[in-house]
């Protein structure tokens, strides 16, 4: 099984800063591979990035991924209110299980 | 637009069963693989099974396997999940979620989820 660790478990940040969560997997995954979800409290997760650079549809260009191998990272550009949630990265399609990170909060600061 | 609607969680003692369901529309359903993920009161996501367009190929996570079953009936736009031999950790949201099945590795829709209590 591949365990997926994210880090930090919880960011504090305010509007308008650059957010930078790690994702680092226990053993190399392709990118093709590598997800990464919003989740807002009460509400299901939504697709960010899929192949661990690509914006799904309707996701701004503030949010971007990148990495290879082991180490991944979502990156928001200029936090918006609306940014302040629960992130998680997923290896998704290759080596079931599917699993998930923990999860990083962004919290406003 | 594409909708997921589960059904059939409640409150159900240790060692019981219950079967969700998710009622597919907006897309066509027989093509595409489906997933059922869960979320813990406070915890994080744990995917729990996958299943592909034609049943053809089916994972679990370790945690539930030999107790859970996934199933899917086309005919339907019905995806479900049996659960057995519950335990108090299998209280969760369990969400049905739809594999894009072409151009990219994701998970891209999910429902809103139904939440499954395990207790006496």
């Known amino acids: 099984e591949i365990v997926l660790t994210q880090s930090p478990g919880t960011l504090s940040l305010s509007p308008g800063e650059r957010a930078t969560l790690s994702c680092r997997a226990s053993?190399?995954?392709?990118?093709?591979?590598l997800a990464w979800y919003q989740q807002k409290p009460g509400q299901a997760p939504r697709l960010l990035i899929y192949?661990?650079?690509s914006r799904a549809t309707g996701i701004p260009d503030r949010f971007s991924g990148s990495g290879s191998g082991t180490d991944f990272t979502l990156t928001i550009s200029r936090l918006e209110p609306e940014d302040f949630a629960v992130y998680y990265c997923?290896?998704?399609?290759?080596?079931?299980?599917?699993?998930f990170g923990q999860g990083t909060k962004l919290e406003i600061k | 637009e594409v909708q997921l609607v589960e059904s059939g969680g409640g409150l159900v003692q240790p060692g019981g069963s219950l079967r969700l369901s998710c009622a597919a529309s907006?897309?066509?359903?027989?093509?595409?693989?489906m997933n059922w993920v869960r979320q813990a009161p406070g915890r994080g996501l744990e995917w729990v099974s996958y299943?592909?367009?034609?049943?053809?190929?089916?994972y679990y996570a370790d945690s539930v396997k030999g107790r859970f079953t996934i199933s899917r009936d086309n005919a339907k736009n019905s995806l479900y999940l049996q659960m057995n031999s519950l335990r108090d950790e299998d209280t969760a949201v369990y969400y049905c979620?739809?594999?894009?099945?072409?151009?990219?590795?994701?998970?891209?829709?999910w429902g809103q989820g139904t939440l499954v209590t395990v207790s006496s």
């Open positions: 299943i592909t367009s034609g049943s053809s190929a089916i």
């Open positions: 997923q290896q998704y399609g290759f080596s079931p299980p599917y699993t």
């Open positions: 907006g897309f066509t359903f027989s093509t595409y693989s």
């Open positions: 979620a739809r594999d894009p099945t072409r151009g990219y590795w994701a998970i891209d829709y």
């Open positions: 053993q190399s995954v392709s990118s093709s591979y």
């Open positions: 192949g661990a650079s």
